[in-house]
């Protein structure tokens, strides 16, 4: 008999550690419980199905479930919740939904375990632990009313469209985003496609705090210039309702009328499962792992919006959730699992994101309170140039601030923003990190140049030029 | 009395070096001796000023002569080629041209060393030779006939754009380009745009040589489906006239008739003058240079198109003409001559060209041959993945080609084409190549992923994933 490697959550690290592992080790049972209906989707697409430049939810689906049960041969349980972990006796504790019951006779039908409150046990030889992550909920009165959304969740994206793109008489005319983050903006840019007056309300002196000043003050004047009411430091203290929808935002000096309300403000992991099973939780609040993504049990693992992650800047544990993180480590885990033992790999925390026309994006360490912490000394410069040489036509500028060590040279992280070459750009900077390069390597560095994509000198290497010049 | 710095040559690297010495030690009698009348030019914008996309041939100036002697305080004397080297007296001879007498009486009049020939001697401390390169003419017969170009010059690029935007009656209605490089390439877009039948003849069985088979196929299909007419693995035997003029380009088997030609068959370092001075060159026929951009003469620098870089993957002399490197090498001998000893920089032969709508980029080595002569044991991989989150509404496919050592898992290098993101994506390459990075680091690095801007495994990381798998 095969060992059995079981899966806590079908997305993007559950599914893709399941994949690995099978396709690796065709005799090991691979179980995935997932206690919603979808698999493997690509939540990062739920605002542009919301905006209506993706027309179908099921679109956002890279993998069926149908084709992992029948072509990967994964014991894929969808309306399945773990809800307990029982590490002595490695099993797991299996509630199925009353959708579950009815139309899946199948899961845990050969299980002799089954309980009488209508759980069951799955045994697990290697247990995978992904269990995603959840929007947080502020302590704000309000957020019970007909017309206040989160965004978590397939289900709430498909919610959300229905009701921006429904009759007109039923639509909302306006909405007060609360959280200046990369949902909050995209959310941002898909109302406003949908004609809703859009306001943001931010408690921190900026949007995108992870950005930076200087690149979050190009971003707000771009939302401004949008017709996006922005407020800045400002913190919101109740949703006000009439009749049990929403009326408007109250904040301490004010009262901002609007009919609804899109709660955005940050995501917290799912780390309760394996904290109540006695795995061990790091600083941020994840589940901490090593570099193999294993917990503090040997046989089980964590990955994804839920764990935590190494980055290499730092040299510390980091909580980052997003897609490609939980994309590799699935798949790494999986190889482990199947007796090739692979390293989840480090992360520098390089994200991008599209607000309306500008592409924004950051990768290392550029706060510098998070910089000292690490224990560097860190100097910051800020360059505007071209996106294409100074005659060609179209060029847009270029924002970028990078940072570096003032002892050791050492290139920290950078963020930058503009209308075109920005995303890819930012990935030159996240490789000089995972290298260690100095600033003066990156400045250095011989990257493409021809009129129509860049200057002689491509934006990232004049921000090294300059800032190498400051760290002497 | 200060000392001297002669540059000779007044284009990227001439002038990066001068203002740069001048600028870290304006003491310095900084001396630039160019023997035509543009200087800091963007050659590389030449093809758009005849497209028509670049309005006057002056918009490709970054800095103007006046700015160079006015507010950089640099001696700067066009119309000027030094025309000998005498590394013993260390001096140069400078012969002035006709237009030079006739206006700039300033050059030599105060050099109490004027020759009867109307030629004088410029003393040096250190000598930069900054000569370029010049379009090859191929030893074939119909060179001189009217409607042959070159195109290697801002005079000839003006001469070209008067040709094809000029009157009707005399305007070329075809033209053969000889040659399938970057300048052929981007001439066939221009030259389309501008109404002419464009015929490319290629004496190798693909264009864009340097790329690869499998990006240059993808090439070749686009230029066909934009109307040009490709005749690959083609030799072009003659260019045959009517009464002085191009009449046909004529191969071993056919005759095609086309009333102009363009000559792009490469181009050739100007290393003649440094020869002939007994200054070394390497085996690519360039102007061998150590680190700090050095000849075999301690007080000889060279820089730019006629001198040869170090390739950081093959550990070897390079000849690889771009402007990046020019401008880079020369900044860094500027500091190095004003005192503050720079290293010009190892290259990774990046090079990044746009074809009609097509994004083709290049670094490292891919070519299996150069591999193996460097000591390698290439392995390469194709493949092809989307530009954008596959629900994503416009993304466009990206074939990317890696290469790695076998033996050491070593990324050599990687070739890619594609309608968007592509030229900015191969810096994330070159970066890796700079580092000495295995495939299987690329395929760990953390990339920025947006739906807008890639998939979630970005194409780069893709290939190496599948790469490094056939490496194992």
């Known amino acids: ?29 691979v179980i995935v419980f997932e206690k919603g209906e979808w698999v493997s989707y690509g939540a990062c697409g739920m605002p542009y199905y919301v905006k209506g430049e993706i027309a179908e939810l099921e679109d956002l689906v890279a993998i069926t479930p149908e084709e992992f049960r029948e072509e990967r041969n994964i014991d894929l349980r969808t309306h399945s919740e773990v809800v307990g972990i029982d590490r002595e006796a490695k099993t797991v504790t299996v509630e199925r939904s009353e959708a579950n019951r009815a139309s899946e006779p199948r899961a845990g039908r050969n299980d002799p375990r089954a309980n009488d409150d209508g759980t069951y046990e799955q045994a697990y030889d290697d247990l995978l632990v992904a269990t995603g992550a959840r929007a947080i909920r502020p302590p704000i009165d ?75 003050e190009t971003v707000e004047d771009h939302l401004r210039e949008q017709g996006v009411s922005l407020h800045l430091d400002t913190l919101v203290e109740e949703i006000s309702g009439e009749q049990g929808r929403v009326a408007a935002i109250e904040t301490e000096d004010d009262r901002y009328s609007v009919d609804s309300v899109l709660v955005a403000t940050g995501v917290a992991p799912n780390a309760e499962l394996a904290e109540s099973a006695g795995i061990e939780l790091g600083e941020t ?64 925390g390089t994200a991008v994101v599209k607000v309306f026309d500008l592409e924004v994006a950051r990768t290392g360490v550029t706060d510098p309170e998070v910089a000292e912490e690490a224990g560097f000394d860190p100097v910051s410069q800020v360059v505007t140039a071209g996106s294409r040489a100074h005659y060609y036509p179209g060029g847009e500028p270029i924002t970028v601030e990078m940072v570096g060590d003032r002892e050791t040279g050492r290139l920290l992280g950078a963020a930058m923003v503009g209308e075109e070459g920005v995303a890819k750009r930012i990935d030159t900077v996240a490789t000089a990190l995972h290298a260690g390069m100095t600033v003066e390597e990156v400045q250095n560095l011989d990257l493409s140049y021809a009129p129509p994509f860049g200057p002689t000198w491509d934006p990232v290497l004049t921000a090294a030029k300059v800032l190498s010049g400051k760290l002497e």
């Open 1 to 29: 008999m095969g060992e059995t490697f079981v899966v806590i959550g079908g997305d993007a690290a559950g599914m893709s550690a399941a994949s690995k592992a099978k396709r690796e080790n065709p005799d090991l049972d």
């Open 142 to 216: 309000g957020m019970d009313l007909d017309g206040v959304f989160t965004f978590h969740s397939m289900e709430r994206a498909r919610e959300v469209r229905d009701i921006v793109a429904g009759d007109a008489a039923e639509r909302p005319e306006s909405v007060g985003i609360i959280g200046g983050g990369y949902i909050g903006l995209e959310m941002a840019e898909a109302f406003d496609a949908r004609g809703l007056d859009v306001s943001v309300f931010e408690m921190l002196p900026h949007v995108l705090a992870p950005f930076g000043d200087s690149i979050a």
């Open 285 to 348: 609040g994840a589940i901490a792992t090593d570099e193999y993504g294993r917990t503090d049990d040997p046989h089980v693992y964590a990955a994804g919006d839920c764990a935590e992650a190494h980055n290499v800047v730092t040299d510390a544990p980091d909580y980052v959730p997003l897609a490609l993180t939980a994309n590799r480590a699935g798949r790494a885990i999986g190889a482990t699992v199947a007796g090739d033992p692979t390293e989840v790999g480090g992360i520098v």
